[in-house]
């Protein structure tokens, strides 16, 4: 089964300029995060879909963060403009459904630079 | 007060004795506990979720949990070097999983 897939790996970006990531899921997961990890710290959830629709998107910044998941599968997070303080690494992460129990699988992520 | 929090370490333990992971969590609503193992400059991976109360065991590695005291640990028997990593805890409360800081694990040869 292959895994949740995510690109780029790498992006360097000056500061205020704009920059997507995109991620695909786990076959059949209808459940898809966003996640941003800071170095030295766990993982925050950015925004939760499930299906196409978003079930938590609390600590999504959103005067410059937006993301979309239009067919209920492949996912993108934008920033425009970024910020300095927005250099971390962007996990996308799956679960086959909402729920206590599912559990969820991450990607490789993006390290993103803002310089 | 952090809703999960972990010593971040760094934890140093012998190759081949048994490294305790602890994890305490605020809401005590909480429903589902993992661990995840996180290589430096890696992506989490998945090691063990708990969901009731009690040990449960996946080859070297014991997850206990105790709801009544809020508290969640790992342990993993037999330590190798390939055991070195950042270890998360993270706990599920209805549908959003929260992350402790980690606790960076070094096991010596």
């Known amino acids: 089964e292959a895994g949740v897939a995510q690109s780029p790996r790498y992006k360097i970006i000056e500061k205020r300029q704009s920059v997507a990531f995109w991620c695909n899921p786990i076959?059949?997961?209808?459940?898809l995060y966003w996640y941003q990890q800071i170095l030295g710290q766990g993982p925050k959830l950015l925004i939760q879909?499930?299906?196409?629709?978003?079930?938590?998107d609390s600590q999504l910044p959103k005067d410059r963060f937006s993301a979309e998941r239009l067919k209920g599968v492949d996912s993108t997070l934008k920033i425009q403009p970024a910020k300095l303080e927005d250099s971390a690494v962007y996990l996308c992460?799956?679960?086959?459904?909402?729920?206590?129990?599912?559990?969820?699988?991450f990607g490789p992520g993006t390290r993103l630079t803002v310089t | 007060q952090k809703e999960v929090e972990q010593n971040s370490g760094p934890l140093s333990v012998p190759e081949g004795a048994i490294a305790s992971l602890n994890c305490t969590y605020s809401?005590?609503?909480?429903?589902?506990f993992f661990w995840y193992r996180q290589y430096s400059g890696k992506s989490p991976e998945l090691i063990m979720s708990?969901?009731?109360?009690g040990d449960k065991e996946d080859g070297r590695f014991t997850a206990q949990l105790n709801k009544a005291s809020q508290y969640v640990s790992l342990l993993i028997r037999d330590s190798q070097p390939s055991d070195s990593a950042t270890y998360l805890c993270?706990?599920?409360?209805?549908?959003?999983?929260?992350f402790g800081t980690g606790t960076r694990l070094t096991i010596i040869p």
């Open positions: 809401d005590r609503g909480s429903q589902s």
């Open positions: 076959s059949g997961h209808a459940t």
């Open positions: 879909f499930q299906n196409n629709g978003v079930v938590d």
């Open positions: 993270a706990v599920k409360f209805y549908e959003k999983l929260t």
């Open positions: 708990i969901y009731s109360n």
């Open positions: 992460a799956s679960s086959l459904d909402l729920g206590t129990a599912y559990e969820q699988y």
